[in-house]
């Protein structure tokens, strides 16, 4: 659900509107909505809007081709002056965008890292992984932080890949099929730190499939509803 306050510009005096696009399953959205909320109960005026509801689209898309921008999930946004914000930033920074700071891009990579090897990987693939690192880091030295091969070597590292998450609106017994080969794999990886247990990851499929299985007719309505009802509100219309 959209939230939304009002603040006045202190140079113009007018309304500005700042705009949070999320999406529903975004990793980074999830972590930033914490300090979103905080932001607004300090009486930050951010309208919260929900990237998958074809209004709020629209809305991204308009902003998106008006400003020449390009970013996906979480996109913060004014949409008056243009200034953004695109991924996660912590609440410094977003306070900076708040304040009508400009904030510049966080520096990208030149293309992806090479695959780390698996553990136990032949001596072969770990050398031609190590040129390919080194390649790779040369090309990327405007990057932050970049880690030594023997750094990234010495991490935990799982003997295979885990097998793929199962479909969306996959059966019972295909969830039962995925747990069996997911603890097999998980057991032949104990050394990695922090795994789940399958049956639990089946459970948070489940959810995220419920949560993204669209509305019916009258939800819809109902939501559309109370979106114009805040928006009009947030133009000063009663």
């Known amino acids: 659900m959209a939230k939304e306050t009002k603040t006045k510009s202190k140079e113009q005096n007018i309304e500005s509107p700042w705009y949070y696009f999320y999406s529903v399953g975004c990793g980074f959205c999830k972590k930033v909505d914490p300090i979103i909320d905080e932001l607004i109960k300090e009486g930050h005026d951010i309208l919260k809007l929900d990237i998958s509801d074809s209004e709020n689209k629209k809305i991204a898309e308009e902003l998106k081709n008006e400003y020449k921008a390009q970013c996906g999930t979480p996109w913060f946004i004014n949409a008056e002056t243009g ?54 880091t040369e090309e990327n030295s405007h990057l932050p932080n970049l880690q030594t091969e023997e750094q990234i070597l010495s991490r935990p590292r799982p003997k295979s890949e885990p097998p793929r998450p199962p479909a969306p609106q996959s059966t019972d017994e295909q969830y039962e099929a995925w747990v069996k080969l997911y603890d097999k794999w998980k057991e032949e990886n104990s050394h990695l730190p922090n795994l789940q247990p399958g049956n639990l990851l089946v459970e948070r499929f489940k959810q995220q499939s419920q949560q993204n299985k669209p509305q019916n007719s009258n939800d819809r309505i109902s939501i559309l509803e109370q979106k114009l009802d805040k928006l009009m509100k947030h133009f000063g219309v009663k």
Not at 108 to 133: C, Q, S, T
């Open 83 to 136: 200034k953004q914000v695109c991924g996660f930033r912590e609440k410094d920074i977003l306070l900076k965008w708040l304040a009508g700071e400009d904030i510049p891009a966080p520096p990208r990579p030149n293309g992806p890292m090479p695959r780390v090897p698996f553990l136990e990987a032949p001596e072969k693939e770990i050398k031609k992984w190590k040129k390919d690192y080194k390649k790779w």
